[in-house]
């Protein structure tokens, strides 16, 4: 079965320094990994995705995350992070298996990024 | 184009009553998706669509619960009679078949859903 795992329910950062939300997988057979944000009162808003290729993915404001097929991660990153940043981030996957659940994605339940200034 | 749209945005309403909610895809969008999102349990899928045909509906949490995709531009989500642990924000979400299972969801505004 596939699931996702966001193993952080808050993180805490300050203005201009790094940022990594992490993620872990589980598929039967080869991902397909996406990033999503939610401002509050907001829908998702989708970021980035890792589809095939170069394991350096990089996505909408500055956001970028690497695919660890090794380790099953997929952890999102930002060298500089912004107050603006703050905001409930979503991990997201769906197995590559033409048998798997159809098209549904599924989503690990969030994790908070807060950025202080 | 407007995005995925949803109607209404809240919703108040007392236990027992019927509620509906509306939600018209991205034009073009084959795939539209239901999801419930609260702080206890996250973001669940309640129901997809593909082609207007429900393909999963496993996420329906009971009975009281049903939706419809009459066209490809308009899906509803019912719930008879509410309860108050149904209270939510509501989530819909179109999504482009072609490459299928790499395309990315468009997600709507949301209803939040209170019932007293």
């Known amino acids: 079965a596939q699931s996702v795992a966001q193993p952080e329910d808050q993180v805490n950062v300050a203005e201009g320094n790094p940022l990594t939300v992490k993620c872990t997988y589980s598929?039967?057979?080869?991902?397909?990994l996406f990033w999503y944000v939610q401002y509050p009162n907001r829908g998702l808003q989708f970021l980035l995705k890792?589809?095939?290729?170069?394991?350096l993915v990089k996505g909408s404001y500055g956001f970028e995350a690497e695919f660890n097929k090794s380790q099953t991660s997929f952890h999102l990153k930002k060298p500089s992070a912004l107050v603006s940043d703050s905001a409930l981030y979503f991990c997201?996957?769906?197995?590559?298996?033409?048998?798997?659940?159809?098209?549904?994605?599924?989503f690990g339940k969030g994790t908070t990024l807060s950025v202080s200034s | 184009d407007a995005g995925v749209i949803q109607s209404p945005r809240h919703e108040v309403t007392e236990m027992g009553q019927e509620v509906t909610l509306r939600c018209k895809p991205i034009?073009?969008?084959?795939?539209l998706f239901w999801y419930r999102q609260t702080m206890m349990r996250g973001l669940e899928l309640l129901i997809y669509?593909?082609?207007?045909?429900?393909?999963?509906d496993s996420g329906m949490p009971e009975d009281r619960f049903s939706a419809k995709m009459p066209n490809a531009s308009f899906s509803t989500l019912k719930i008879q009679p509410s309860e108050p642990r149904d209270s939510a924000v509501y989530f819909c979400?179109?999504?482009?078949?072609?490459?299928?299972?790499?395309?990315?969801?468009?997600f709507g505004p949301g209803t939040r859903l209170t019932v007293l």
């Open positions: 979400a179109s999504s482009l078949s072609g490459t299928v299972l790499a395309n990315e969801q468009f």
């Open positions: 598929v039967s057979g080869n991902p397909y």
């Open positions: 890792y589809i095939t290729g170069d394991n």
């Open positions: 997201a996957v769906r197995d590559r298996l033409p048998t798997q659940a159809g098209t549904a994605l599924i």
């Open positions: 034009s073009g969008h084959d795939y």
């Open positions: 669509f593909n082609n207007n045909v429900p393909i999963d």
